[in-house]
């Protein structure tokens, strides 16, 4: 049987509960990089700005022969929403198949999932949101990093 996706056999996120409507899923960053690197199609779509992808870090699927697609969906220093997003992602998305599941990535999970959305409006069924982003939420000391994330989780990233 085939599947969505590329894979020779499905390969499908765990969703945590309480998932708004609207876009496929919230999925943690260790889940997003199990399917990542199962299913060769999936893609990572980082929507935070250049600043954040040159200070902070990026993810690094390296060595899954991956590179995460950098589209941001607001840019500094005003914040405006950049108007060629869904253009961005839809021309990544189709030249990786289509109907592949496509994670968005940013800092703590709120631009990403706007961004999930926005494509599932599109027409693209298989959009999820890295819920905690790339840096987490906030701890008690209004620090990131430190609770959860794609870096606390330990996944594979890298600094200029």
């Excluded at 929507?47 to 607001?74: C, M, N, S, Y």
């Excluded at 405006?80 to 961005?88: A, I, L």
């Excluded at 599109?122 to 008690?140: A, H, I, M, Q, T």
Aim: hydrophobic share 40%.
């Amino acid at each position: 049987m085939s599947e969505a996706g590329g894979g020779k056999e499905a390969v499908q996120p765990e969703i945590l509960p309480d998932t708004d409507a609207g876009y496929a899923g919230d999925v943690t960053p260790a889940e997003a990089w199990r399917v990542l690197t199962e299913n060769p199609k999936a893609l990572l779509i980082d929507v935070r700005t250049r600043a954040e992808w040159a200070f902070v870090g990026l993810t690094d699927l390296a060595h899954l022969g991956k590179q995460p697609v950098l589209i941001e969906w607001v840019s500094q220093p005003d914040m405006t929403r950049n108007p060629e997003f869904e253009s961005h992602a839809a021309e990544a998305i189709s030249e990786a198949g289509g109907d592949v599941p496509v994670f968005f990535l940013c800092r703590s999970g709120a631009r990403s999932k706007a961004a999930a959305i926005a494509m599932t409006e599109r027409g693209f069924g298989l959009c999820y949101n890295v819920d905690s982003g790339f840096e987490g939420d906030l701890d008690d000391d209004r620090h990131r990093g430190r609770r959860n994330g794609w870096k606390v989780a330990g996944l594979p990233w890298m600094q200029s």
